[in-house]
């Protein structure tokens, strides 16, 4: 564990290369923070994968490592160069004067999902509405199926399963690489 906004990782980094890592995963940690991580490790001559499997925010990991970035595998909420995702990210931009963030389009889509439903159900009665979710039939959003899963684990599909991607950092930009459907 480290301090948010540190900006000397090199006594943390020297550690963990001298155990010889395939791969450096930096998880959650804000953008900022991954930027420096990578940019640093690379300085110190680490030759190995970057993961980051949680949260948004490559661009400013990129803008901050540079070339450090390079061939970063990381989870992405969307594609957002998709056709939908454009009109949508446009729609919100000329709204808000402000980039759309990533993790909104969970947002989106949920919102939808619930208004979708109560227009089918006609009914904006709590039991009616939570009945039909945890009945886990799929919803169909602007980035593909989304279902309510969890009934194995958690006895009740409580658990919203959407589409999300793999992307990787090529000359410098975000691309999405795979697409994972539930």
Known sequence: ????????F?????RVLAENPDVIDVNGSTPVD???ILKQARQLGFTGQFVKVGGPGVAEIIDIAGDAAEDLYFYSPW??????????????????SMPMNGLGIFFYEGANMVFDTIQAKGTLDNEVLAAEFAAGKPYDGVQGRYIWGGEATYGVNHQWIAPFYL???KDGKEVMVEKIEP
């Open 79 to 96: 594609d957002p160069d998709a056709p939908e995702i454009r009109k949508l990210t446009e729609r919100f931009e000329a709204k808000y």
């Open 10 to 14: 090199v006594p943390i980094l020297t």
């Open 167 to 169: 992307g990787q950092v």
């Open 1 to 8: 564990f480290y301090e948010r906004g540190l900006q000397d």
């Open 34 to 36: 991954s930027g420096v």
